[in-house]
T-cell receptor, first 112, second 115 residues
Framework: QKEVEQDPGPLSVPEGAIVSLNCTYS??????FMWYRQYSRKGPELLMY????GNKEDGRFTAQVDKSSKYISLFIRDSQPSDSATYLC????????????FGSGTKLNVKP | GAVVSQHPSWVICKSGTSVKIECRSL??????MFWYRQFPKQSLMLMAT?????????EQGVEKDKFLINHASLTLSTLTVTSAHPEDSSFYIC???????????FGPGTRLTVL
């Protein structure tokens, strides 16, 4: 079993839709959770970062962590064609920031 | 802030030659740098972790004599692919972390094509 599971998609939505991207994990030691956005042939860009459980909002993006269910989500409101990219979740255990565990990435396509 | 650059962005080389890829942190000191490899439509695979002034720590299955990593300063790490072969063709991405920071910042990646 992989440490982090992420549906690879592709996920195709119309412009303006609310998008929900999710990851599940198995290691209860994970405390730090990140979402990266990666455009084709580019490096990942840090979008959201959360510690432990709870919600964090930044503009159209909301990150949610449910540690009891070992489940994290990224919501994108009013999705735009420019949001079309691959979204990677990543997580690490407390005190070990040199070891990140990545999901396989979900490819999102927002149609105009 | 937290900008990481890579050079070159794309390189084509002949089989048997060596290729050097540079990774620089532009606005912070990177006490730790990471090198990843990414195959098409797949996630990132960590190759090695390097701390400034120390030897790199390679992940299992990564040939340290083939992928030479140098982290000589707090802003620069290099990855040299020695005696490159077509199977080394891939997208190589570096990331960097400052001491005390709890996340990594990624470079834009280098696409290596070995003919």
């Amino acid at each position: 079993q992989k440490e982090v599971e992420q549906d690879p998609g592709p996920l195709s939505v119309p412009e303006g839709a609310i998008v929900s991207l999710n990851c599940t994990y198995s290691n209860s030691a994970f405390q730090y959770f990140m979402w990266y956005r990666q455009y084709s042939r580019k490096g990942p860009e840090l979008l959201m970062y959360t510690y432990s459980s709870g919600n964090k909002e930044d503009g159209r993006f909301t990150a949610q962590v449910d540690k009891s269910s070992k489940y994290i989500s990224l919501f994108i409101r009013d999705s735009q064609p420019s949001d079309s990219a691959t979204y990677l979740c990543a997580m690490s255990a407390s005190g070990n920031f040199n070891k990140f565990y990545f999901g396989s990435g979900t490819k999102l396509n927002v149609k105009p | 802030g937290a900008v990481v650059s890579q050079h070159p962005s794309w390189v084509i080389c002949k089989s048997g030659t060596s290729v050097k890829i540079e990774c620089r942190s532009l606005d912070f000191q990177a006490t730790t740098m990471f090198w990843y490899r990414q195959f098409p439509k797949q996630s990132l695979m960590l190759m090695a972790t390097s701390n400034e002034g120390s030897k790199a720590t390679y992940e299992q299955g990564v040939e340290k004599d083939k992928f030479l990593i140098n982290h000589a300063s707090l802003t620069l790490s290099t990855l040299t692919v020695t005696s490159a072969h077509p199977e080394d063709s891939s997208f190589y991405i570096c990331s960097a972390r400052d001491f005390g920071e709890d996340t990594q910042y990624f470079g834009p990646g280098t696409r290596l094509t070995v003919l």
